[in-house]
């Protein structure tokens, strides 16, 4: 057995895709190869972001901290526009240490190139998924993503377990440990802003979400040089189970592609920007007033990519169902309820699948 295989639970042996990548190979193993539909159609040859077309919005948080009331109603607006229309935007300016996001990245990206008998480890299992993991699903003979990635979590308290999470690079905990206070703070932010937007009181979502007990995990994505990225994909069409997703992409290397009607947007991040999306939960609690939206990751084979994804969720273990306040006999519950659990064992299951999951919880009205 290589060092780049073992079980534990996984339905079949794991390879890890940065071994099949520094392996040289030229063509892909059959079962990263994606039906024709599901392929990228163009992929940047360069890797490098291009100017043209269409970027999803970029709002200023600065206004915020202004004093300036003006100011503060011309964000609040931005972001309201931005979940109705897009689902997903950038924002700068949001309070969180620059150095600290770059910090992060690179010790993460450490993290990844260590040698991978260290890295084997963290290897995790489908039981929480906590650690180093190859494949999101449990279906055997399933069409595999082109990533790597590490997962691990901070909220709530009782499940953050410092020791899955590596301990090299030095001070890597502290890293890790500081960006996540950071980030839930400026996602606490945006709560209050979306329940402003919903004509809620501030705390509202806060307060649906669980109050203090809500969760909040990170998913850091590695995907390795591909020699055949228009063949696949390093992260197939999903929306985000989650409350929302705050996302840290790589700064140098684009990737991430959103769906705009029958369009894929290459998102193209400001310096120092965090990429915000709606996920599911809160398709559910607004009662789709914001909508959760398809995204994808596509690869290259000139360089690697990292992005940290921080979910920021819902107590897991409170029935969530479309708030009461934006339910009228004029506008029904569009849902049915169900834990955030039970909710994500489908894409442990299933893996990534577009929006089928949360499109099967509509009621039948
Ligand atoms: C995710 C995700 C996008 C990216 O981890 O859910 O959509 O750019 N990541 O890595
Ligand atoms: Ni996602």
């Given at each position: 057995m290589t060092t780049s295989i073992i079980h534990q639970d996984w339905p079949e042996p794991i390879v890890r895709v940065q071994s099949l990548s520094d392996s040289g190979l030229c063509h892909i193993p059959d079962r990263y190869v994606k039906p024709p539909s599901d392929r990228?159609?163009?992929?940047p040859r360069a890797a490098a972001f291009s100017d043209s077309s269409a970027n999803i919005p970029l709002i200023d948080f600065g206004g915020l901290s202004s004093g300036d009331e003006g100011k503060r109603a011309e964000v609040t607006r931005q972001v309201s526009d931005a979940c109705r229309d897009w689902g997903f935007f950038q924002v700068v300016n949001?309070?969180?240490s620059p150095e600290l996001m770059d910090r992060a990245r690179e010790v993460w990206r450490e993290f990844f190139h260590l040698p991978m008998e260290l890295k084997q480890d963290y290897a995790n299992s489908?039981?929480?998924?906590?650690?180093?993991?190859?494949?999101?699903?449990?279906?055997?003979g399933a069409v595999l993503d082109w990533s790597d990635y590490y997962f691990l979590h901070y909220l709530p308290s009782s499940l953050k377990?410092?020791?899955?999470?590596?301990?090299?690079?030095?001070?890597c905990w502290e890293v890790i440990d500081e960006y996540g206070k950071q980030v839930v703070g400026l996602a606490g932010r945006i709560m209050r802003i979306l329940s402003i937007n919903l004509g809620?009181?501030?705390e509202s979502l806060q307060e649906a979400f669980g109050g203090d007990d809500i969760g909040a995990c990170l998913r850091v994505n590695f995907y390795p040089r591909c020699p055949?990225?228009?063949?696949?994909?390093?992260l197939s069409s999903h929306s985000d189970p989650g409350g929302m997703t705050l996302l840290l992409p790589d700064s140098n290397v684009p990737g991430l592609q959103v769906r705009r009607g029958d369009d894929w947007i290459t998102v193209k991040p400001a310096p120092h920007a965090f990429i915000i999306n709606i996920g599911d939960q809160i398709q559910v609690l607004s009662n789709a007033t914001y909508k959760s939206v398809e995204h994808r990751v596509i690869v290259n084979s000139s360089n690697e990519r990292v992005s940290l994804a921080f979910f920021y969720n819902p107590r897991s273990d409170i029935p969530i169902a479309p708030m009461e306040e934006l339910i009228s006999p004029g506008s029904p519950a569009l849902y049915t309820p169900m834990t955030f659990d039970e909710y994500r064992r489908f894409i442990r299951l299933r893996?990534?699948?577009?929006?089928s999951q949360v499109e099967s919880l509509q009621s039948s009205r």
């Open positions: 990228p159609l163009d992929i949001h309070g969180v489908p039981k929480t998924y906590e650690g180093y993991g190859s494949r999101l699903g449990v279906e055997k377990d410092c020791r899955k999470w590596p301990s090299v690079p030095d001070s809620l009181c501030e055949q990225p228009d063949l696949t994909l390093g893996g990534p699948k577009g929006k």
